[in-house]
């Protein structure tokens, strides 16, 4: 596995739009003060041209954002690449992405929800560490929580042990002027789907549940090398569903499982879900014991800190982690070997 440089006083962030840009006012002024953030503290950046632009969820052609990316990994001023945002058409890009000057250019590239279109085919396919946990207009908050605060640590190379957040957000604050922080009033509770407490350890990998999920199965997708480069470690999984339904989650599961995606698992982690709606009558935790995973005799946490209900736990793909999860907490750690 190939760990890029971290974050260093004064390195140059890149900070490419490869899915949407500012839709609105308030959009525009989070990510100026995101700007202003990283600025203070001591960060030179190297913005896309288009970040303050959006076209029915786009920033600009795909053709446009793909070589945004490219150019970025390219560029030998570039030390860390933070992507500006997520939305919806990340995918399109993909085939005008230079992998290849990613892969003799490797540097961290961290996002997440959209993004994970790029950062899993970096790790799976290119076998480049990556991480998942905030997008740049994350810091535009008038107020971090500590998953922001975590994120840093973490881009920065101190591989601090993150532990469950105590509270999340069930709703969002209505915005005004797009600097509004995270509406934490929910008591967390990490869950396994046989109540007894995990430990689990292997190489990590995972991200947004609603991308992988297109990702499957096409030739952006390395998880059949990538899970036998590492078969040794094991695999610990992971997903952050945004969208899809219960009965969507069951069907996926199947035909990942059917990909051999679990072939050599550790355990699988699924965060708060963001919609947990079921046609069916489901609840996640029944979702989950009817699904594939079931029938793999593996730890399954849910209900986990990875997940659109911020707070997010900030995630290195490709190192290997130690999860744990105990009386309704969870805590996680990596090793960079």
Request: charged share 25%; glycine share 10%.
């Amino acid at each position: 596995m190939i760990y890029p440089n971290f974050l260093r006083q004064n390195s140059c962030i890149g900070v490419p739009a490869p899915s949407d840009g500012a839709r609105d006012d308030r959009r525009v002024n989070r990510l100026s003060h995101s700007k202003q953030f990283f600025e203070s503290e001591g960060f030179r950046l190297k913005l896309s041209e288009n970040l303050y632009k959006s076209t029915l969820g786009r920033s600009g052609s795909a053709e446009y954002r793909g070589k945004e990316v490219t150019q970025m990994f390219a560029d030998k001023d570039i030390d860390f690449i933070i992507c500006a945002g997520g939305g919806e058409f990340l995918l399109e890009s993909l085939p005008y992405t230079d992998f290849e000057v990613v892969r003799t250019n490797p540097k961290f590239i961290c996002g997440f929800s959209d993004p994970t279109g790029l950062l899993f085919p970096i790790t799976t396919k290119l076998d480049i560490a990556t991480i998942y946990g905030q997008n740049f207009g994350a810091f535009g908050s008038e107020k971090f929580d500590k998953s922001q605060y975590d994120f840093l640590n973490i881009a920065q190379g101190k591989l601090i042990t993150e532990e469950s957040y105590p509270l999340y957000e069930n709703e969002r604050t209505e915005s005004v002027t797009g600097l509004e922080p995270s509406n934490l009033t929910e008591k967390t509770e990490w869950k396994t789907l046989d109540g007894k407490g995990v430990k689990l350890s292997g190489r990590i990998v995972g991200g947004c549940f609603d991308i992988i999920t297109e990702l499957a199965g096409t030739k952006y997708d390395g998880t059949a090398d990538f899970n036998e480069r590492y078969k040794d470690d094991g695999i610990v999984w992971y997903f952050d569903n945004c969208e899809k339904s219960l009965e969507d989650t069951i069907r996926i599961l199947w035909k990942m499982n059917e990909l051999d995606y679990f072939k050599y698992a550790k355990g699988v982690i699924f965060g708060r879900f963001g919609n947990d709606f079921s046609c069916c009558g489901y609840t996640v935790g029944e979702c989950l014991k009817d699904s594939a995973l079931s029938r793999l005799d593996i730890p399954i946490i849910y209900d986990a800190d990875i997940s659109h209900k911020a707070p997010s736990l900030s995630i290195i793909n490709g190192s290997i982690a130690t999860v744990e999860c105990e009386a309704g907490k969870g805590k996680m750690s990596f090793e960079l070997k």
